[in-house]
């Protein structure tokens, strides 16, 4: 499990669903995530449905954020954050082999309890500043290094993640790194050559 870990942003669906489509065409996305936290609770199951038939055709994993009766529902995997529910709820409701993240901030301790507990990966950031999650406090690369000594499973970056800026990333133990803006945030014609300059990068770095 080694290389762009997507997230979906906050585009309409009709814009959206170009733009993943583009993005997961070239085979460089290992993971995508449905994030969609403008969408009424009661229109997510709808998208979260055209959006798994896009990842089928691409052969691309399908974790949902932050909400686990939505990810039993379509046989998904999810991502929990540290208030969103408990690793061991998810490994006894989801079906065997599911993908489970866990965000673990800068803390080894509670990347430890989410292993123990079953988790697939562990996240930490932000590594960078974002203006996705304006209150999530900087951590810099020193959780990465930590967190690729320490486990064996896949370390997750997340945090104003680029292909510019993220090689030191990389170099620092990241196995996925977590993007949004730097591949949703072009046009679905210039997705394309942005997700080639990821692979690029996690084969230099390989």
């Known amino acids: 499990m ?51 038939a896009l990842c089928e055709r691409h052969q691309v994993p399908f974790v949902i954020n932050d909400d686990l009766a939505l990810a039993a529902q379509f046989g998904l995997g999810v991502h929990l954050g540290q208030s969103d529910g408990e690793i061991r709820d998810a490994a006894q409701g989801l079906q065997p082999g599911a993908i489970i993240g866990r965000t673990c901030e800068n803390s080894m301790q509670l990347a430890e309890q989410a292993i123990a507990d079953g988790a697939s990966y562990v996240a930490f950031g932000a590594i960078y500043a974002t203006s996705t999650k304006p209150e999530a406090g900087k951590i810099g690369l020193e959780a990465l290094k930590q967190a690729s000594a320490k486990f064996d499973l896949p370390i997750c970056a997340i945090g104003g993640l680029t292909v510019e800026n993220s090689r030191i990333v990389l170099e620092s133990g990241a196995d996925l790194c977590a993007v949004i803006s730097d591949i949703l945030g072009k046009t679905a014609e210039d997705i394309p050559a942005r997700v080639q300059a990821w692979a690029d990068l996690f084969a230099q770095t390989a």
């Open 2 to 52: 080694r290389g762009l870990y997507l997230i979906t942003n906050d585009d309409p669906l009709a814009v959206l669903l170009p733009k993943l489509d583009a993005a997961l065409a070239p085979g460089a996305v290992k993971i995508l995530q449905y994030r969609r936290k403008k969408v009424l609770k009661a229109d997510q199951p709808d998208e979260v449905e055209q959006i798994k």
